[in-house]
């Protein structure tokens, strides 16, 4: 038995027969076949690598369509929820959703970024949904951003959300409370509002479609019809923009 060196496509294939094929070998056959495979890899190691790659690869893309299909059935809930704050063009031809956690360092990191991308742009929808996701003082600027939201409206959501993604510190309730009255909101309405059902509804929705999404992390963005799990720099979300447009 020889080995054709056809490389990573050929290995792979021939790997995957080999249960079945070595079931009909003798034990002798079945040895000199490892053995051969094994000498193989050995004098061809860029063989492993090229495999690899042709299987990242096909996951990538098994996740881009499986991502896909999640977005189109979920489409009402990811870019058409009234219970998230909309900014950017309300009619642009492009939406992003941000999927946000006050304390995550990389929502901060990317914060001017996304700015920056939905300002220069000027035909981006762009979309906030609270996710906190990284302990209680997590929920709880959560919880103050949609209170603010449900007692004060939009704008007074926006000043809140520019505040809790630079704040230092601890994000108690009596913390947030000071930062209402510095923004000079009703203090009382919206401390009361952040244990009520429907703040915690709005959160509770928003785990539920993060889970269904399988998004386990923040930042995580919706680009129109493509998902992308972490921090990207504003070059790259450019891009990443562009191609939605292109199609």
């Given amino acids: 038995m020889k080995l054709i060196p056809l490389g990573a496509a050929a290995l792979t294939s021939a790997l995957a027969l080999a249960p079945a094929a070595q079931a009909e070998m003798t034990a002798a056959e079945r040895e000199a076949f490892r ?17 690899f790659n042709a299987l990242e690869a096909r996951q990538q893309a098994e996740q881009v369509n499986a991502d896909l299909a999640r977005l189109e059935e ?3 809930a990811i870019f058409s929820d009234p219970a998230s704050w909309v900014g950017g063009n309300p009619e642009g031809d ?14 901060r990191k990317a914060n001017a970024e996304v700015e ?15 996710y906190p996701i990284l302990g209680e003082e997590s929920v709880v600027a959560s919880r103050f951003a949609i209170a603010v939201l449900q007692t004060a409206g939009a704008e007074a959501y926006k000043q809140a959300h520019d505040r809790l993604i630079s704040f230092r510190g601890d994000m108690t309730p009596e913390a947030l409370g000071r930062l209402a009255d510095e923004m000079k909101l009703d203090r009382a309405a919206i401390l009361a509002r952040m244990d009520a059902d429907e703040v915690t509804a709005v959160i509770e929705a928003n785990h539920q479609l993060a889970q269904t999404l399988e998004i386990s992390g923040t930042p995580t963005f919706v680009i129109d019809r493509t998902m992308v799990r972490g921090y990207v720099p504003l070059d790259g979300m450019r891009q990443i923009v ?5 199609g």
């Fill in 35 to 51: 053995a051969e495979v094994r000498a193989y890899l050995l004098e061809n190691p860029e063989v492993l690598m090229e495999a």
């Fill in 74 to 76: 979920h489409a009402d």
């Fill in 94 to 107: 492009i939406t992003v959703v941000e999927f946000i956690d006050y304390r995550c360092g990389y929502c």
């Fill in 116 to 130: 920056e991308l939905v300002k220069s742009d000027g035909n981006i929808r762009f979309v906030l949904k609270e």
């Fill in 242 to 246: 562009d191609g939605q447009r292109k």
